[in-house]
């Protein structure tokens, strides 16, 4: 049989979809996969040019007779298009889409930017000076000329973008400076450098013993040639980030490149300046507010050789490095691994396949290690390291769980529990810092009784039950249910939503809602004289809204901060000694299966802010649910006896990663169409489905209109992840041959992240 391949001719092109089609000649059949670069006769001459393989077919596109055959496979064909260009086809291959957005994904499109004017900051006057400037701004009150100034005695030369960005210094502020000639704003310099006097400097952290013990199996491995997956727990502090970097230094001196993924909003000051002050110039930090033409430049600086490190967010995974040594997933639990536009990737499982691909290892590291990862690594697939104690040796913070029924039988209807209160008049007080989390995920509306605390699930699926109204997800202003519908994001179960509570008859149940907003004037109700700070995406919609606000309440010109879970993310805040939980149930009961998972890990993390520094800390958990697991594990701390109870559940439920998940999404203009779309698949899948498939729905999607388009769902559950994958590839087959004409959309989206 004939063999067909579509080749790219310029890989840096806008349009990556432009392939030309070429026939596979039967004695290079074996040498043609995706990835392979060939020489191919172009245009009218049958001029030779360089192309890369990207897919594979039987089928051709065009007519076989006018197509052009392929003339040889070149001889350095595992160049890093190469490499990438296979990664975009497992990618397709293991989470659906078409190759084109695939290959988008991995490769940066070329675009003309201007380029960019490079500015540093400089100071300008000497140490003494600068310091008697600075106790004048700090009498003043000015903090951003101080905390400036301060920043500049340590790195007398900064990038501008840090000190706007990261050190949250306005650019009035360096105007007000660089005109009392304090310091000097340098154009066209290279801010590569940012630090450029830091580099060379002796690095002065020795690694204690569990740091040295973990870089030294890391050592082991890899002397023998191996290269697993490694899962690194180490509790909050307990100094995974010094490991990072011993392992990040041991690779560039074996000359290899590193990748190190970070959550965008944990990528402070402070962390930028630990790796900027290690490894200099060599290091490039990203974040996902570049242009795709900077993007694209600080690629070419990798692909050149320029950089040997590359931190930043999930797309930062592609970043081509010749030789990739190492790759880290830092906080590797958090959902921003997973991509939400097609392909549906996670970050965890492409870095182990571009690991395998060029021969490098991955890292995953976190305090409380995704049920996923954990459950992999106690199977062998990846390799457990494990960090127990902090290096500072702080105690980890006193924590209290209050219960918000008791609360409402004691009479107090304020969402601040009688004892959260008192403590916080102590702290005010004492002129130390609060923090109060408010988890606002999953107020798509669960339904529950202030009184009991029962909370109305599904039957069937043992999730909570969303509120609905007619095409609205949230429940109304008042909140009350009674007019709306109870339904399962999973199988579609309905049922009204009750008035009384059928467990205990109370009328106090109603979708539960609070708002940022509103506990901001709450607590400025009950403590007026305290200064209140509150992070939201209202408040943080602007550039550097969050940042803004991080500094600032970094610098304590602040006592109190309110917000969501932007707020418990990797800062340092030496001066906070409570944290306050408002509603830790908020997240139990968001609508899928993962909910006690991000339960735990929100609270366990927030209550990692209290007692950073010297002072002890103290954390109060207000709960309708004092005895679920969730809560008592985070209230310990306790990792392991969480992940007892979970993936219990997991087991029982047929969840992941126990078992495996896939959702099939149907998208279309028309209710009637897309609805005859997913029961014609769900009847063919009951048909010919593999044994041990499990289909639930299909249903009407959790927003089953967004924007005149209607959704509907289908999960499928199979134990074999490859069983899934498999069946992927059939039904994207049946949707080529069945709903082609009808503008059908059908996408999958393997062990979701969010219900749908
Ligand atoms: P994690 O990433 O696990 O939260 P970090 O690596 O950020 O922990 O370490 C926490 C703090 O302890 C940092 O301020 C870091 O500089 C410091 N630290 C880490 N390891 C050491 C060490 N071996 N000696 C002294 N200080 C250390
Ligand atoms: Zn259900
Ligand atoms: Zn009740």
């Known amino acids: 049989m004939t063999c067909f391949a579509n080749v790219i001719i310029d890989i840096s092109h806008e349009k990556l979809d432009h392939t030309f089609q070429y026939i596979i000649p039967p004695k290079l059949l074996s040498e043609i996969y995706p990835g392979v670069s060939v020489q191919v006769p172009f245009g009218k001459g049958n001029r030779m040019l360089r192309g890369f393989v990207v897919e594979v077919t039987e089928k051709p596109a065009y007519n076989p007779e006018k197509l052009k055959e392929i003339d040889s496979v070149t001889a350095d064909s595992v160049t890093i298009e190469a490499q990438l260009i296979a990664l975009a086809a497992w990618m397709r291959k293991n989470y659906g889409g078409t190759m084109n957005q695939a290959l988008k994904t991995v490769i940066p499109i070329k675009r003309r930017t201007k380029a960019k004017e490079k500015r540093t900051v400089c100071l300008c006057v000497d140490a003494q000076e600068a310091k008697r400037q600075l106790e004048v701004f700090t009498q003043k009150h000015h903090t951003a000329r101080a905390r400036l100034l301060q920043e500049l005695l340590l790195h007398p030369e900064l990038s501008y973008e840090v000190v706007t960005q990261k050190l949250n210094v306005a650019a009035g502020v360096i105007r007000a400076l660089e005109e009392r000639q304090i310091v000097r704003v340098v154009h066209d310099v290279d801010y590569r450098n940012p630090i450029a006097h830091v580099k060379g400097k002796e690095y002065e952290i020795v690694l204690n013993e569990e740091q040295q013990n973990t870089v030294d199996t890391v050592r082991a491995d890899l002397r023998k040639g191996l290269r697993p997956v ?13 490991v990072y970097m011993e392992l990040i230094a041991d690779a560039v001196a074996a000359g290899r490149q590193a990748i190190m993924l970070i959550p965008e909003i944990a990528l402070t000051y402070q962390t930028v300046m630990r790796f900027y002050g290690r490894f200099g110039s060599r290091v490039s930090i990203m974040n996902s507010r570049l242009s795709a033409g900077e993007r694209y430049d600080q690629f070419q600086r990798a692909k050149n050789g320029e950089i040997d490190i590359m931190i930043g967010p999930r797309s930062a995974l592609f970043t081509p490095f010749p030789a990739l040594g190492l790759i880290i997933i830092d906080e590797e639990h958090e959902g921003s691994y997973k991509s939400e536009p097609l392909p549906k990737y996670h970050a965890r499982e492409t870095a182990a396949a571009r690991a395998r691909l060029s021969g ?24 457990l390291l494990e960090m127990k104690r902090r290096v500072k040796r702080q105690p980890l913070p006193a924590c209290y769980v209050v219960d918000l029924r008791e609360e409402l039988k004691k009479g107090n209807r304020s969402v601040l529990s009688l004892r959260l209160q008192k403590l916080m008049e102590e702290r005010l007080a004492k002129k130390q810092q609060i923090l109060l989390f408010l988890n606002r995920r999953g107020l798509s ?15 069937h699926c043992d999730v909570s039950l969303s509120l609905h109204r007619q095409g609205k997800a949230e429940p109304d202003a008042d909140g009350i249910p009674g007019q709306g519908r109870l339904k399962c994001h999973y199988c579609g179960y309905e049922e009204p939503a009750p008035r009384e509570c ?20 709450i607590v400025k109700k009950r403590f007026p004289a305290a200064r209140v700070l509150r992070m939201d995406l209202d408040t943080t919609r602007s550039k550097d809204g969050y940042e803004k606000i991080l ?57 990692g802010r209290a007692g950073r520094g010297d002072l002890p800390g103290e954390v109060v958990i207000q709960t309708y649910n004092p005895d679920h697991y969730s809560i008592q594990a985070a209230k310990e701390q306790d990792y392991a006896s969480f992940y007892r109870e979970e993936i219990a559940v997991r087991q029982l439920l047929s969840y992941p990663p126990v078992s495996h998940m896939v959702l099939v999404l149907f998208t279309a203009r028309q209710e009637q169409l897309v609805k005859q779309a997913a029961a014609d698949l769900a009847r063919w899948l009951k048909e010919r489905a593999p044994a041990g498939l ?13 924007n005149d388009v209607y959704r509907e769902v289908i999960y499928l559950k199979h134990r074999d992840y490859s069983r899934l994958v498999g069946l992927k590839d059939e039904m994207e087959q049946f949707a080529r041959e069945h709903f082609y004409y009808r503008k059908i959309n059908m996408t999958f989206d393997f062990d979701p992240m969010n219900g749908m």
């Open 502 to 521: 059928p467990v205990c008859g109370s009328g106090y149940i109603s979708g539960f809602k609070a708002g940022t907003q509103r506990m901001e004037e």
């Open 551 to 607: 500094s600032a309440f970094a610098n304590q010109e602040a006592d109190i901060l309110i917000g969501t879970q932007m707020i418990v993310k990797g800062h340092d805040f030496p001066n906070v000694t409570l944290v306050g939980i408002l509603a830790a149930d908020l997240s139990m009961y968001a609508a899928d299966y993962r909910a006690a998972e991000r339960t735990f890990q929100l609270l366990t993390q927030a209550a």
């Open 230 to 242: 490694y899962l690194l727990h180490g509790v909050t502090g307990s100094g995974k980030t010094e």
């Open 694 to 706: 499990r289909m639930i729905g299909p249903s009407g999607a959790l927003v089953a209109r967004v």
């Open 360 to 383: 490098a290892y991955v890292v995953l590291g976190s305090a409380t290690p995704s049920v996923d990862s954990y459950y992999k690594a106690k199977n062998g697939v990846y390799r």
């Open 445 to 459: 509306g669960f339904v529950s009784c202030r009184v009991c605390g029962h909370v109305i699930k599904c039957p």
